[in-house]
């Protein structure tokens, strides 16, 4: 069993403080090239109904519109208020939905399904009608509800006659953007969203019987303090949603060109901005919530929390997931999935989207093929991303090796951390303590054989 509990350590913190992967895959992103496209993609999609069958699917779904830009945003979006072009996109994506789905058995069932964005309630009432059952003509949704299907939801773009419409066509869980709640902050980052406006969509969740609801908040955005964070907090807390991503805003106006519009000078200072998360950290654990990892916290009985101290977690392209076995398919627009044992990516502008499904071609522009070894460490760092702890046991008996020769010199490295305190070592397994699980991400960058070879560390954010 799990122990959720975590610690805020600034003298660790401080030490460990660098750039890193967030590993929602292994390898990373900077490793897909352009050699793997379509015909490539499709010749192993088609393979995994034959070496696993009846293996189920998980689907996302990309929508990058927004009626407005967030100042702190780095997803790839949209920014428009002609919702034509969303009518457009879905000619295109339906398109995509027959490309893919002939490529999978029919008795393959769809045990997950997400849509992101952007902003997915972007779309109308109808067009997310229409969306779910072209997806539903070409895959095996799941009809009972004990399907994993969430949307990411803008309350600004929502209201009770939009959720209600989400769960008829089968959603049960949803993900409500809201950041801050203070007026100051949400003018500096362009989204002016009340709190009655957020908790009007929480309260619809609720009536409608979503099995989950979760926040979103980010720290270190301009203008905020421990005290105007912790009003918001507090404010969150009284909906008590089942999970809340608290995120950590990293300012990086060269890589993404909304955020030049955001004053470094009216950004907490370093010291405020790791107090206001070590604040955070502890009302949260206060108020009965657990740390899954990452930036997420759940309640006790929330699903993600069961799993975890089942043992059971995992980690895809959209976070901590419940459903392991899945082959993750992606659909629209700089969408990322991952079938067999490979990694794939869609264009990521709407021209050559459009243009190679035209053509009748999938619009996979790269990917990866992961090698025997990608696939043990891959493996090593979920389990260690998902249950802070390692059993070298395990792993040897699933991958036929001695991890202590194996492994020789991340465990060299690993001895640091150990007198540091950030995990407890063994012969035959490790911890990571308390202390050591907002640094999860270095832990598992020990056992990244690309950042070991030192390609390109300094792509990725700080990981506090």
Not at 143 to 161: C, H, S
Not at 251 to 270: G, N, T
Not at 376 to 400: N, P, S, Y
């Amino acid at each position: 069993m799990t122990d959720q509990q975590v610690e805020f350590a600034l003298d660790l913190i401080e030490k460990y403080d660098k750039s890193g992967p967030r590993y929602t895959s292994y390898p990373t992103a900077p490793q897909f090239h352009e050699e793997l496209g379509p015909e490539a993609y499709a010749r192993v999609a088609r393979a995994t109904n034959a070496e696993h069958p009846k293996r189920p699917l998980s689907l996302y779904f990309h929508i990058p519109f927004c009626d407005t830009l967030c100042f702190y945003c780095a997803c790839n979006k949209i920014a428009t208020k002609d919702r034509s072009k969303a009518a457009t996109y879905l000619d295109y994506l339906f398109r995509e939905i027959e490309l893919q789905g002939a490529l999978f058995d029919d008795d393959r069932p769809v045990d997950q399904l997400h849509w992101g964005g952007g902003t997915p309630t972007f779309l109308s009432s109808e067009q997310m009608r229409a969306l779910m059952r072209k997806t539903g003509e070409h895959f095996r949704l799941r009809d009972d509800d004990t399907g994993e299907y969430g949307i990411e939801v803008d309350p600004r773009a929502a209201d009770a006659e939009t959720i209600a419409a989400l769960r008829e066509v089968g959603f049960n869980r949803l993900s409500v953007g809201v950041q801050d709640f203070d007026p100051e902050v949400q003018k500096a980052v362009n989204r002016i969203q009340p709190a009655e406006q957020t908790f009007a969509v929480l309260d619809a969740a609720r009536r409608e019987n979503f099995h989950s609801v979760s926040l979103d908040l980010m720290y270190g955005l301009p203008f905020q303090s421990r005290e105007t964070f912790a009003w918001t907090l507090e404010r969150v807390l009284e909906k008590r949603p089942d999970r809340l991503a608290v995120f950590n805003y990293a300012h990086l106006p060269d890589m993404f060109p909304p955020q030049r519009r955001i004053r470094e000078e009216d950004l907490p200072a370093p010291g405020e901005k790791l107090a206001i998360l070590q604040q955070t950290i502890e009302r949260l654990t206060a108020a009965g919530y657990v740390y899954i990892g990452m930036d997420h916290f759940a309640l006790p009985d929330d699903e993600l929390a069961r799993s975890q101290r089942q043992g059971q977690l995992h980690r895809n392209f959209q976070g901590y997931s419940t459903h392991a076995y899945c082959d993750l398919v992606a659909m629209g627009v700089t969408a990322i999935g991952s079938v067999g044992a490979t990694y794939s990516q869609n264009v990521r502008t709407l021209e050559p989207y459009y243009e190679a499904l035209e053509a009748g071609r999938l619009p996979v522009f790269r990917g990866y093929e992961l090698t025997g070894e990608d696939r043990l460490r891959r493996a090593v760092i979920t389990r260690l991303m998902c249950d802070f702890a390692l059993d070298f046991d395990r792993v040897e008996a699933e991958w036929g090796l001695d991890f202590a020769v194996y492994f020789a010199d991340e465990l060299a490295d690993l001895e640091g951390m150990a007198e540091d305190g950030l995990i407890e070592l063994s012969e035959r397994g490790l911890s990571v303590t308390p202390r050591g699980r907002l640094l999860i991400r270095n832990i598992a960058m020990v056992f990244d054989a690309y950042l070991r070879a030192k390609e390109g560390a300094q792509r990725y954010s700080k990981v506090i």
